[in-house]
RNA sequence: GCCGACAUGGCGGAAUUGGUAGACGCAACGGACUUAAAAUCCGUUGAUCUUUUGAUCGUGCGGGUUCGAUUCCCGCUGUCGGUACCA
């Protein structure tokens, strides 16, 4: 029995606890406060009475008059290992937010659902046979319960998931609006293919338009995973020890390139982290430069710079390997050469290109180039750090300015030809940074942007160039050859791809008898002969959609989970993604920072095609976004299995209660900073909840809990008030703003003095409770039920419907403050003084102070800084 | 390499617009209650010096601005995250 505290603390950081040490702990545990009884009440009493359950527009029960709040979490990925200590964290943060918003007056939508397609489940079949649908269902209801065991307001009726047909069926639905649309220059918008067609532009002309289209592209192919894989998701699962290689295929792309600049810009009014906006600038990448036109053999060959400025420092010309001139420029002896190291390059995916970048390679061409600015000659080279896929797949090469070039030219001695001085002080071996124009002709003596603005109006006048941009981000690989995935809704005919009719929605994958990779880049989906043909040679396609298919609209679907007839319906579309005078739609969105490119780039992208296209209301989904910080091992490493660091929720559950864990999560820092696990800390939180329930509940003689005898409907004293009246304000500003963590320690203090008090007042415990509601909402109703029963004061009606208290601003005026006294900076002495002195009375009195006085004494005062109702600091010397 | 974030007691972390550094919690120590332990309650706890009153130092390091800097500026160091030949 005494070995119980080391007891806990150990075998709850290993967590093995045989059944006997836990029944042990859970009877010391219940002496505190018997959370395991109410907690899955309080639970099924949500459940059951639909307490978080938000009516639509139009709906019985709506209330138009409350304003809206959308509050978001990143859905799950319901994995088979269950919940993370991790998922709770946001999910918590945003159920206070949903709870404080509610008692505030709004129309709360806190909804919660499945992110269900994905490569596990599929590879559970493959070991099985099983369909993946029912290892995904075993999942979900596994998620679902301990979501559930933890309390969250979320309106279960608007579950969505996303391999459910009534889901697949929007998410084609929406696929077929990016292949009918175009986007259109002028306007900068999607538009209907419709109109190109009244244009009457031919059917490739037409292809070549679409939003969604198809490319024969070196793709990134993974062989042991059976599929390829996006330029973004390929360093995730080479970290995961597949291997993926680079391949040419005919894959189904998304136009996002053409949404680049507006990706960029209407980041503006997001209030985002600035990092994960700088992240998703980066990610797109524009460059703003000049294309400019070198000749080779009288032949035109475009190079892309960013400093046409240095143009006459430009000594030799670096084409891609795979550029299609190379061929033709090759010179007989250099030919052997070039071919061989073409050769190796194209075994390389561009990963191993960068990887191994370490050194510079290359081989000559024996072909020259004509620099337009001062006809040199200068040799032209082929080399695997200029890439095809980007600019031109051609590059002037400027030694003296470019680290890559300079690398480069020293390496192979070509030379090199300063053009640009740098500025006084700046020793730098190869300057790329702005400075003087030199040895360049007319340019001489400008500065970088001045020498940059004249080289592209000289260029342009003699139609060698002009100003051109270029990003990084490249249109998005939209298919892949697994199983668990959306089909795409298309069928080909003749060597022509074609939409199915909207009526044949959804269009879900036929049941196969193994799941087995094919083992080459044909889709598994190809396996079902009588599914894939139609007759008279139609077929239909048999890839499908990416994992980011469903997550990139989830949130829409929330708003009208159930309609029939449209993704969402208008209605409630425009009350809850309406603008509210911002771009964004969504209120407030929380999750990790895994998804600040990936996830909330596409979603984005899909959603401006929407708006384009007028089916949202907003521009931008997401109006406010805020990341969770990584819960850490209590080793301080990363949770992971092999470590044994990982913490399962619900045992934390079982131990300490659902508001302990939630409670937790909240008080351990910072919402968005990284922090350490520690089962101490959820024992201090435990203990403060226990705090709480003492404050209200007492045990008779023989152990029985009954209501305290120091409660009485009593007025609660000046100093009672002050205390109650500044949580009230600090909880509220602390929520606004969400410093959880703060919140929580103002509720400790006000605690801690109301469980001094000998006679406590009941309406200071009632609002304490309020204010603990949306943090540890079990307790507080438990107890708030408790107290209802017993006196006439307290409202008999559950708290999550009740009124957030207000503070008065009157019981936090005092009469006398306290006043720091410093000489020179240094606190000496403090008093006390009326709240309402005169400037004048605070200064002489703090003259009288005998502490002040003994450290001026022989000094001369040459100042007295008064800050009103905080110091006064004597400058003396 | 580049970009970003961060740096405060033994630990997690607090600190309005520059104004008492260390709230709250953990751990530790002491006390009350108890046959004993647990639980609970009360107290101490940044460092050094001092018998006490108290003094000096202290927010990664070095400088600056200021009556006053954890907070602002300049220059370093370290840790974490992202990204990588994008011309």
């Known amino acids: 029995m005494n070995r119980i505290p080391s007891l806990l603390a150990g075998q709850l950081r290993s967590f093995t606890l045989h059944a006997s040490q836990k029944h042990l702990i859970m009877a010391q545990r219940r002496k505190q406060f018997p959370f395991d009884e109410f907690e899955p009440e309080w639970q099924k009493h949500w459940d059951e009475q639909k307490t978080f359950s938000v009516p639509n527009p139009g709906d019985p029960g709506f209330d138009a008059s409350k304003p809206k709040y959308y509050v978001l979490d990143m859905f799950p990925y319901p994995s088979g290992s269950g919940l993370h200590v991790g998922h709770p964290e946001g999910y918590t943060a945003t159920d ?21 397609f994905g490569l596990p489940a599929e590879q559970h079949a493959i070991k099985t046979g099983e369909h993946p649908r029912i290892n995904t269902e075993n999942n979900i209801n596994n998620f679902r319960r301990q979501l559930k065991s933890l309390g969250f307001a979320y309106d279960w009726e608007r579950e969505v998931n996303t391999t459910d047909p009534g889901y697949v069926k929007w998410t084609q639905w929406i696929f077929l609006q990016l292949y009918n649309s175009y986007f259109c220059e002028e306007e900068n918008k999607a538009k209907p293919i419709r109109e190109l067609e009244e244009k009457g532009l031919s059917r490739e002309e037409i292809d070549d338009r679409r939003l969604a289209y198809v490319a024969e592209t070196p793709v990134n192919w993974s062989p042991d995973l059976g599929t390829v894989l996006a330029n973004e998701e390929v360093e995730e699962w080479r970290a995961k020890g597949h291997t993926v290689e680079r391949r040419p295929l005919r894959q189904w792309m998304l136009r996002i390139t053409a949404y680049a600049q507006r990706l960029i810009d209407e980041l503006e009014g997001l209030e985002w982290p600035t990092g994960i906006k700088l992240l998703q600038t980066n990610w797109i990448g524009r460059s703003d430069g000049a294309e400019v036109a070198f000749t080779i053999d009288g032949e035109k060959v475009t190079v892309f710079t960013t400093r046409p400025d240095t143009l006459f420092g430009a000594t030799y010309m670096v084409l891609a390997p795979e550029h299609p001139l190379v061929d033709q420029i090759t010179t007989d002896e250099q030919k052997d050469a070039v071919e061989d190291y073409k050769r190796t390059c194209a075994g390389k995916s561009d990963l191993e290109r960068t990887e191994l970048a370490k050194e510079k390679s290359g081989v000559f061409t ?5 620099n337009p600015v001062n006809d040199e000659k200068i040799p032209v080279w082929i080399a695997d750090y200029v890439m095809m896929s980007y600019g031109t797949g051609a590059i002037m090469a400027v030694p003296a300015h470019d680290d890559r070039d300079n690398e480069f030219a020293n390496k192979f001695e070509i030379p090199i030809i300063e053009v640009v001085e740098a500025p006084e002080g700046n020793e730098d071996a190869c300057f790329t940074g702005n400075g003087t124009a030199i040895n360049s002709g007319f340019l001489d003596g400008l500065s970088t942007p001045e ?10 006048e003699n139609g060698l160039g002009q100003k051109t941009i270029n990003y990084k981000l490249r249109d998005w690989l939209f298919s892949r050859q697994r199983y668990w995935g959306e089909p795409f809704p298309i069928v080909w005919r003749d060597g022509n791809h074609e939409a199915i009719p909207e009526s044949e929605l959804p269009l879900l994958a036929p049941e196969l008898e193994d799941y087995q990779p094919t083992g080459t880049p044909e889709p598994l989906l190809s396996k079902a002969t009588d599914w894939v043909n139609l007759g008279d040679g139609v077929t239909r396609e048999t890839n499908t959609m990416p994992q980011w298919g469903g997550s990139c609209w989830y949130y829409l679907r929330y708003c009208d989970a159930q309609n029939p007839d449209a993704p969402i319906g208008t209605e409630a579309e425009e009350y809850w993604m309406a603008k509210n005078g911002n771009p964004g739609g969504v209120d407030l969105y929380v999750g990790g920072t895994e998804h600040a490119v990936l996830h909330l780039l596409y979603a984005r992208f899909w959603h401006k095609v929407l708006f384009d296209l007028g089916h949202v209301s907003t521009p931008e989904p997401f109006q406010k976004l805020v990341n969770q910080g990584l819960i850490m091992g209590e080793d301080g490493q990363k949770m992971s299995k092999s470590r044994g660091n990982v913490v399962n929720p619900d045992e934390v559950v079982d131990l300490y209660g659902a508001d302990s864990l939630r409670l937790y999560e909240m008080f351990m820092g910072p ?3 990284v922090k350490p696990w520690s089962m101490k800390g959820v024992e201090g939180v435990f203990r403060f909840l226990a705090r709480v329930w003492r404050l209200v509940m007492d045990t008779d003689q023989e152990g029985v809990w009954e209501l305290s005898e120091k409660l009485a409907e009593a007025n609660p004293t000046k100093g009672t008030n002050k205390v109650v009246h500044a949580t009230i304000r600090k909880v509220g500003d602390d929520i606004d703003s969400m410093s959880f963590n703060t919140a929580i320690s103002q509720m400790m203090v006000c605690t801690n003095e109301l469980t001094k008090l000998e006679q406590i007042p009941v309406s200071s415990v009632v609002t304490l409770l309020h204010l603990l509601n949306p943090f540890a909402p079990h307790l507080t109703e438990e107890l708030n039920a408790k107290l209802a029963a017993a006196f006439d004061s307290v409202k008999n009606e559950d708290l999550a419907g009740q009124e957030w208290p207000a503070f008065d601003e009157a019981c936090l005026i005092e009469d006398e403050i306290e006043i720091v006294l410093q000489v020179n900076g240094k606190v000496r002495d403090k008093m006390f ?30 100042k007295i800084i008064v800050v009103p109702g905080r110091l006064v600091n004597i400058v003396a010397n």
Do not use: C
């Not at 024996?366 to 004509?370: D, T």
């Not at 020498?451 to 342009?460: F, P």
């Open 366 to 370: 024996g072909g020259y180039a004509i």
């Open 833 to 862: 003084i009326a709240n309402d002195a005169p400037k004048e009375e605070v200064e002489k009195q703090a003259m009288e102070s005998e502490r002040v006085q003994s450290f001026i004494e022989g000094l001369t005062v040459r």
């Open 96 to 116: 206070i937010i949903t709870r404080y918003k509610r008692m505030n007056g709004f129309n709360v939508l806190h909804p919660m659902g499945w992110d269900a």
């Open 671 to 673: 919402l968005e900073q």
């Open 451 to 460: 020498a940059k603005a004249k080289i592209s109006e000289w260029l342009q």
